[in-house]
């Protein structure tokens, strides 16, 4: 690193930032010494008079959003979500503002229902505040406004990053969800000469934070890459996403008769024909399944589970099968 970089990487956040907007829920007596402390962290803030209207404000460089306490717990909650998945949400940090949060206990037990980063008593004193803002905002600091890497790697982790905990290993890989494994492996490969820690680490030493962040996303981009060149692991990974429950390869969350019926089988080729099986069913196809299931009786036939699975399929797909056959013959299935 040059010298010159050296000596930016010991600046003060707030000198190397561009200028921060905050927002401000109006009530719950907000005092002056948060005011203080938000000039000398440089942001520029804004009132509004509710959560919805704070929703509504958010921008690309809003980075700090301040809630009443006395806000109905629901409505936190609700806020905070939303704000995590608009846009550039993860760069925001959330303080909580009440008077119980003097008591640090409630005040740590609140952090962690709501997701947030700080639940802080309204009077506390500008030297306070300005010393736990200092330390929220590094952590949640866009690495595009850190000058010690190039602005096009820069973004690119950033955009990586904002995808990490909303986005599917196919989004992460910037892949379609009918991707080959070729496409996958070269997907992830240009993807982890962008995010490899290794290759920052040095240049970032003075941000530790960010290179915490980077190394998320690297540990991500292999899980994703891992679980989506794995054939049976990549359609497992499929039913996931069809639960809605997760982003992530947790089959811990699937239906439990589905998580049995896959328990069932002891060879990779039934363990496949019993996910398209799946598939099939969730997607109203239910021939599909029944043909599916014999293929997995094909594979293990001796597998008396397995066979009364297969049956249950039949007979559901013999009460089925006249009623798709009358939605085919009207148009409804391409």
Known sequence: MTSQGQSLGKVSVSQIS???????????????????????HDVVVESAASTDE?????????????????????QIRRTTRRVRHAPY?????????????????????RQQKWEIDM???????????????????????????????????STALDELWGALERGTYYALLQLDKR????????????????????????????YPACVER??????RLSEAHGILTHPIRRRLYDLCLKSGQTVRYEPEKLDASFRSEIDLCKTDEAKMAVLESINARL??????????????????PRNPGLKTRTDSVKRVCLVAAPIEMSIESHGGYV
């Open 214 to 219: 980077i190394t998320s996303v690297y540990k």
């Open 179 to 206: 991707a080959e494994e070729t496409e996958i492996r070269a997907a992830f490969k240009n993807l982890a000469q962008i995010a490899h820690p290794d290759r920052h680490r040095v240049r970032m030493k003075n």
């Open 283 to 300: 997607g109203g196809d239910w021939r599909a399944a029944a043909r599916y299931m014999e293929i997995a009786i094909q594979a293990e």
């Open 119 to 153: 639940c802080l008593p309204t009077g506390a004193p500008k030297k306070l505040l300005a010393e736990r803002l200092g330390p929220a905002l590094l952590r949640r600091q866009p690495i595009s406004e850190i000058p010690d890497l190039p602005k096009p790697v």
């Open 18 to 40: 561009a200028r921060r907007r905050g927002l401000v829920q109006e009530g719950g007596h907000i005092g002056a010494g948060l005011y203080a402390a938000l000039a000398v």
């Open 54 to 74: 704070i929703l509504s404000m958010l921008g690309k460089d809003t980075r700090l959003i301040v809630l009443n306490g006395n806000t109905n717990d629901d």
């Open 89 to 109: 949400g993860w760069s925001i940090v959330i303080i909580v503002l009440a008077d119980a949060f003097a008591d640090r206990a409630l005040a740590t037990r």
